[in-house]
Nanobody, 128 residues
Framework: QVRLQESGPGLVKPSQMLSLTCTVS??????????WSWIRQPPGRGLEWMGT???????SYRPSLKTRTSISRDTSKNQFSLQLSSVTPEDTAVYYC????????????????????RGQGTQVTVSS
């Protein structure tokens, strides 16, 4: 059974970079059936797709976050990572990594449902 586990600092100062890693167990992140996403949920708001790395290593990002977001992977460790630069308090959220059924560019942006498996999430607070 595939499991995903987020790790990283829970507190980041404004203007700094937020870095999170997702460790995947139970299956390789290079399998072509799935893509791997970062999703967040700010307080009082819904789930928000941030970006995805596909099995071939190609990436796609939410337009409003594109200039600040980078997703990469380490296939030797079966991990993928998120970097979000120049954070502000508005980036405070629970951050989730997720496996999504890869049905194409639109399908990779799905944040919930049958084809989505999320980790337990990790709270990140941006504050000085």
């Amino acid at each position: 059974q595939v499991r995903l586990q987020e790790s990283g600092p829970g507190l980041v100062k404004p203007s700094q970079m937020l870095s999170l890693t997702c460790t995947v167990s139970g299956g390789p992140i290079t399998t072509s059936d799935y893509a791997w996403s970062w999703i967040r949920q700010p307080p009082g708001r819904g789930l928000e797709w941030m970006g995805t790395i596909a099995s071939d290593g190609s990436t796609s990002y939410r337009p409003s976050l594109k200039t600040r977001t980078s997703i990469s992977r380490d296939t030797s460790k079966n991990q993928f990572s998120l970097q979000l630069s120049s954070v502000t308090p508005e980036d405070t959220a629970v951050y989730y990594c997720a496996r999504v059924l890869d049905t194409g560019p639109m399908g990779r942006m799905v944040v919930a449902g049958i084809g989505v498996m999320r980790g337990q999430g990790t709270q990140v607070t941006v504050s000085s």
